[in-house]
C-alpha cells in the first residue's frame, strides 16, 4: 500500500477559483515529485523538491502553479486560477535517493467546471 | 531531451497468453529504466527496474531485459491473469535529480 498520502482525493472548483491540494510523502524521503495525469493518462512533470529546496520545475509561464515543500509540514501544490484545462489527476511522489524507486500517491483528481 | 515511446496504446488479450509491451529510450544520461503499472484509482506501482545493460529482471512474473544497443526495455509475461488488467508505463530517470519521463502507457486488458 502507497505511503504517499495525499488529500483530498477529489477537488472541485469553478474556472478562476484556487485549488489547492497536499502530500505527505514517505517518512525518511527527502525527495518528492508533483506529476499532472490527463485524460489520456499522459504524465507531465510539474516540480520536485529535495527537502525544502526546489530541484526541477517547468516553465510555470502563467505562474498560475506554486509548489511548497516546508518542513514539518505536508507539501502542497496550489493554482491560483484554475481553468478548465486543468482538470486532471495530481500525482505526488517521493522517493529515497537518485535512480531509485519512486513512490506514488493515488492522487488528487481536481475537476474544474 | 528524454523521451520515452510506448508504440501499444491499448493491447487485448485472452487469459494464459503471452504478452510483451513495447519500450524504447532516447537519453543522453546513463539510462535507469522502469516500468510502473497502474490499477484503476489507484497509484502507480514500481514493477521493474533495472540499469544494467543485457541483465533480465523479473519480478510478480514479469520481465525485462535493458538493451542499451537497441535502446529498449520491453516487459513481457508468460502467461498473462485477469488480474494484470491495468496501464502499465515505461519511465526513464534523468539523471541525478531522479525526474521520471514517462512514456504514454499501454492499457493491457485480459479476457476470460
Known amino acids: 500500500n502507497s505511503k504517499v498520502i495525499q488529500t483530498p482525493r477529489y477537488l472541485v472548483k469553478g474556472q478562476g477559483q484556487k485549488a489547492k491540494m497536499r502530500c505527505i510523502p514517505e517518512?525518511?524521503?527527502?525527495?518528492v515529485f508533483w506529476y499532472q495525469q490527463n485524460k489520456n493518462n499522459e504524465f507531465k512533470f510539474l516540480i520536485n523538491?529535495?527537502?525544502?529546496?526546489?530541484?526541477?520545475q517547468i516553465d510555470m509561464t502563467e505562474k498560475r502553479f506554486s509548489a511548497e515543500c516546508p518542513s514539518n509540514s505536508p507539501c502542497s501544490l496550489e493554482i491560483q486560477s484554475s481553468e478548465a484545462g486543468d482538470s486532471a489527476l495530481y500525482l505526488c511522489?517521493?522517493?529515497?535517493?537518485?535512480?531509485?524507486?519512486?513512490?506514488f500517491g493515488k492522487g488528487t483528481r481536481l475537476t474544474v467546471v | 531531451g528524454d523521451s520515452v515511446t510506448q508504440t501499444e496504446g491499448l493491447v487485448t488479450l485472452t487469459k494464459g497468453l503471452p504478452v510483451m509491451l513495447n519500450c524504447t529510450y532516447q537519453t543522453t544520461y546513463s539510462p535507469f529504466l522502469f516500468w510502473y503499472v497502474q490499477h484503476l484509482n489507484e497509484a502507480p506501482k514500481l514493477l521493474l527496474k533495472?540499469?544494467?545493460?543485457?541483465k533480465r529482471t523479473e519480478h510478480q512474473g514479469f520481465y525485462a531485459t535493458l538493451h542499451k544497443s537497441s535502446s529498449s526495455f520491453h516487459l513481457q509475461k508468460s502467461s498473462v491473469q485477469l488480474s494484470d488488467s491495468a496501464l502499465y508505463f515505461c519511465?526513464?530517470?534523468?539523471?541525478?535529480?531522479?525526474?521520471?519521463?514517462f512514456g504514454a502507457g499501454t492499457r493491457l486488458a485480459v479476457c476470460p
Open positions: 517518512k525518511g524521503h527527502p525527495v
Open positions: 519511465a526513464l530517470s534523468e539523471g541525478s535529480f531522479n525526474k521520471l519521463t
Open positions: 523538491f529535495q527537502n525544502q529546496e526546489v530541484l526541477q
Open positions: 533495472s540499469s544494467t545493460d543485457n
Open positions: 511522489a517521493s522517493s529515497h535517493r537518485a535512480n531509485t524507486e519512486v513512490f
